[in-house]
C-alpha cells in the first residue's frame, strides 16, 4: 500500500505546462499498481483568486487528466481543482478522487477558506467530507488552511477515518506551523497524515516544500525539502489498528 506524493514548482494559471510536471515526475518513478498518487492544492493553477479563468468548465480538463492518470498506473489519484458554484458565481476549492478504472470516487470542498489572504471573498466555503477506500485505510482529504482545525480531522475519525491526506500551497512564512501541526493531527487522532505542499512561488508567496509523510505514532516515514521531489512510502495498517487497540485514546473522546 504505497503512498506516492508530488512535491513541485506549480506554473501559475498554466495547466497544461503542470499537466508536464506531473506527467515527468511520474514517468521517473516506479509506482506500483494499487498505489495512492497525491497532488498539492490546485495543482494545475497555482493559488489563484482568479476564479473566472481558472474554473473548470462541464468538460474539464484536470477531470479528465486526473482520470486518465489513474487508469494509467492503475491507482487512486488526488488531486485539487477549481469549479464555479452556479447559485453564487464563487469558486469551488475542491479535491477530486479517482479509483484506478478512472471513476471518480469522491469530491471534496474546502470546508475553512483563508480569510487571512481573502480567499473567503472569492471561494465558498464547504461543508462535510468525502471520504473513499483504499486498500484496508478509510482516506478523508482535506485542503491547506483545513489543517488548523482539528475538529474536522475528529469528525474524519469519528467517520472511521485512518489516512488523512493534506494537499496545500503552504507559504514559507509558516512553515513552522506546518509540520507541527501535521504531527499532531496524526498523533491526536493515531491515524497517517501525507501533507503535500509545493515549492517555487506565484505572484504573492513563496512556498517551501516540506511535503512529509507521518504515521499514527507521529514518526515522519519521509520528508521532502524546499525543492521539486517525490515521497513514497509502504503504509502499515495492521500496526495502525494495534496501535489502536494497544492505546485506545479515541476511545475517551468527549461529546
Same mark, same amino acid.
Given at each position: ?7 513541485? %514548482? ?11 510536471? *506531473?506527467?515527468?515526475? +511520474? ?11 497525491? $497532488? ?25 487528466? &486526473?482520470?486518465? +492518470?489513474? /487508469?494509467?498506473? #492503475? ?53 462535510? $467530507? ?16 483545513? +489543517?488548523?482545525?482539528? #475538529?474536522?480531522?475528529? #469528525? ?21 506551523? /506546518?509540520?507541527? &501541526? $501535521? ?18 512561488? %506565484? ?15 507521529? *514518526? ?7 525543492? #521539486? ?13 494495534? /496501535? ?12
Amino acid at each position: 500500500m504505497n503512498v506516492i506524493a508530488l512535491q513541485y %514548482d506549480i506554473a501559475w494559471e498554466d495547466r497544461e505546462a503542470n499537466f508536464d510536471t *506531473v506527467r515527468r515526475l +511520474l514517468t521517473r518513478s516506479v509506482v506500483s499498481p494499487g498505489s495512492l498518487i497525491v $497532488l498539492p492544492e490546485m495543482f494545475s493553477t497555482g493559488f489563484s483568486m482568479d476564479v473566472a479563468k481558472v474554473a473548470e468548465d462541464k468538460k474539464s480538463g484536470v477531470e479528465k487528466f &486526473l482520470s486518465s +492518470l489513474a /487508469w494509467q498506473y #492503475e491507482s487512486h489519484v488526488i488531486g485539487g481543482l477549481v469549479s464555479k458554484d452556479a447559485s453564487s458565481g464563487m469558486g469551488r476549492n475542491e479535491i477530486a478522487v479517482y479509483d484506478p478504472s478512472g471513476r471518480p470516487v469522491a469530491l471534496y470542498q474546502k470546508n475553512h477558506t483563508f480569510s487571512y489572504n481573502n480567499e473567503s471573498n472569492h471561494y465558498q466555503p464547504g461543508e462535510g $467530507l468525502a471520504m473513499f477506500q483504499w486498500h484496508d485505510f478509510t482516506v478523508c482529504p482535506v485542503i491547506c488552511y483545513d +489543517l488548523r482545525f482539528p #475538529e474536522l480531522f475528529r #469528525e474524519g475519525v469519528r467517520n472511521g477515518a485512518d489516512l488523512f491526506t493534506v494537499s496545500a500551497n503552504w507559504p514559507d512564512a509558516r512553515l513552522r506551523h /506546518w509540520k507541527v &501541526l $501535521l504531527d499532531a493531527r496524526a498523533i491526536e487522532n493515531q491515524a497517517y497524515v501525507v501533507g503535500v505542499n509545493r515549492v517555487g512561488s %506565484d505572484p504573492r508567496f513563496r512556498y517551501p516544500g516540506g511535503s512529509r509523510i507521518v504515521d499514527h505514532h507521529g *514518526v515522519v516515514l519521509a520528508e521532502a525539502g524546499d525543492s #521539486e521531489a517525490v515521497l513514497f512510502r509502504d503504509l502499515d495498517h495492521a500496526d495502525l489498528v494495534s /496501535w489502536r487497540r494497544e492505546f485506545p485514546a479515541l476511545d475517551d473522546i468527549k461529546g
